[in-house]
């Protein structure tokens, strides 16, 4: 059984909207992490940056409107004034903008350890494809793929070329977003937008060969399922009865997505780079306590298992048996009828 690893938060007053960067670069101490995370003014991108700042990260949020994103860091800024948040605007559909978020986030964070491709749309639009209007497939596919496209290849570049120090390489990691149709289900009302994450899982194998082929050994792929979640985006499609009982028996606020799903990805890098002692954390102390298991052919971290053998790895909240569990017993027994919404 291994040590238990936890999170110590770091007094880092400093924040700014933009800037030259030269804190990051004076960063010393590695307790902490340095994390990008795509589309995070809102919904669940929003909630992950909360809870890596809860754990003592220095964070780069963004998204495509400029107002939005000083909004949001203003906000952070005083909710979690001892650790350090940047931000700018991003259209990750747009090659140069995606250039720009990379320098911006080497500047400031000094070393990019997560960088989590969260942002995607479906247009808000939930109707079958034939009634969908091309301008919205468009924004669907170019945000979701052309965009996931631009971000692993930008990520990657940065990553690889990293160093702690003089001569110290970094380990990157990048955590790419699942969603609906990732699985090969069908979407009907939202199928561009589930073709688009069917091709994640297919572009994270063709990348992982890449990495391989190129001899690029800092830099590892992965996944993270967040499940059902109470977003804008999931909302705007709850206009029918089968739509009301499936968001009703498995949709999570994001907040509680993201306490799940933050220390595992915390737990993954750390266990990548070997670990650096215990430490803890006045937020999260009940995750911080669960030991990470090790087995002949699995790890098990916070209860869930990654095979080992490959060092990606998928992070899911909302698991298969669990999800058949809620439908059944809502079915059966009415459990969490009305939950979110008005059935």
């Not at 340095?34 to 003592?56: D, W």
């Not at 790419?176 to 699985?183: H, K, Q, R, Y």
């Not at 052919?297 to 790895?313: C, F, R, T």
Request: charged letters at 25%; one cysteine or more.
């Amino acid at each position: 059984m291994a040590k238990v690893i936890g999170r110590r938060p770091v007094s880092l007053s400093e924040w700014r909207f933009g800037g030259s960067g030269e804190a990051g670069r004076r960063r010393t101490c590695r307790c902490n992490y340095g994390v990008v995370v795509t589309g995070s003014t809102k919904g669940v991108g929003l909630a992950l940056a909360e809870e890596f700042l809860r754990s003592g990260d220095d964070v780069v949020v963004c998204s495509r409107k400029r107002d939005k994103v000083e909004e949001t860091v203003e906000r952070l800024r005083d909710k979690y004034p001892s650790v350090r948040v940047f931000g700018t605007s991003c259209d990750v559909s747009e090659a140069e903008d995606v250039k720009r978020l990379c320098d911006f986030a080497a500047d400031n964070l000094g070393v990019v350890d997560i960088w989590i491709n969260n942002a995607g749309t479906n247009a808000y639009s939930f109707k079958p494809l034939v009634e969908t209007d091309a301008g919205d497939l468009k924004e669907v596919v170019e945000t979701n793929t052309l965009g996931l496209m631009f971000c692993m290849k930008e990520a990657i570049n940065l990553m690889r070329s990293q160093k702690r120090g003089s001569d110290e390489e970094v380990v990157g990691h990048i955590f790419n977003m699942d969603g609906a149709g990732t699985s090969g289900s069908a979407t009907p009302r939202f199928a561009a937008y589930g073709a688009t994450k069917r091709a994640i899982v297919q572009l994270n194998k063709s990348l992982q060969a890449e990495l391989e082929m190129l001899n690029i050994d800092n830099v590892v792929l992965h996944m993270l399922s967040p499940g059902m979640v109470t977003t804008e985006l999931l909302m705007a499609g709850s206009d029918t009865k089968i739509a009301k009982f499936m968001i009703n028996a498995l949709a999570e606020q994001p907040d509680e997505v993201a306490g799940y799903l933050v220390p595992r990805v915390r737990r993954v890098v750390e266990d990548a780079k070997g670990g650096e002692g215990e430490k803890t954390g006045a937020a999260g102390e009940a995750a911080t306590t669960e030991p990470i298991v090790f087995r002949s052919d699995s790890v098990v971290i916070l209860g869930q298992k990654i095979k080992l053998g490959d060092p990606s790895s998928y992070i899911k909240y909302l698991t298969l048996p669990m999800a058949f569990s809620r439908i059944f017993l809502k079915a059966l027994f009415g459990i969490r009828n009305n939950r979110w919404i008005e059935e």
